[in-house]
Nanobody
């Protein structure tokens, strides 16, 4: 049984930083690319960042590029999302997800349908 458990969310002020973690179990973590998505109140879930199995390829939404960094530690079966210079617009529930394959094909990294397992989410609230 595959499980993804996010942690590290919380309430912070604009300009602060947070690091989210996603611990994976139930499958060989290093064989799969991973992604982070988020869903703000009243909005659809959107892509945030993605990383290939080795960490050699990373992708970001334009809204977070330069502020967020995705990384992974395959020895710890964990993927991270370092979030700096947080803005109130970053307020959302953040989800990690496991991609179908080790590396991304074309632009599939931002497509939810290509991720087969999801965590329960962690709330990030940024006050102004």
């Amino acid at each position: 049984q595959v499980q993804l458990v996010e942690s590290g969310g919380g309430l912070v002020q604009a300009g602060d930083s947070l690091r989210l973690s996603c611990a994976a179990s139930g499958r060989t973590f290093s064989k799969y690319a991973m992604g982070w998505f988020r869903q703000a109140p009243g909005k659809e879930r959107e892509f945030v960042a993605a990383i290939s199995w080795s960490g050699g390829s990373t992708y970001y939404a334009d809204s977070v590029k330069g502020r967020f960094t995705i990384s992974r530690d395959n020895a710890k079966n964990t993927v991270y999302l370092q979030m700096n210079s947080l803005e109130p617009e970053d307020t959302a529930v953040y989800y990690c997800a496991s991609y179908l394959l080790a590396s991304y094909s074309g632009d599939s990294y931002y497509r939810e349908s290509f991720y087969d397992y999801w965590g329960q989410g962690t709330q990030v609230t940024v006050s102004s």
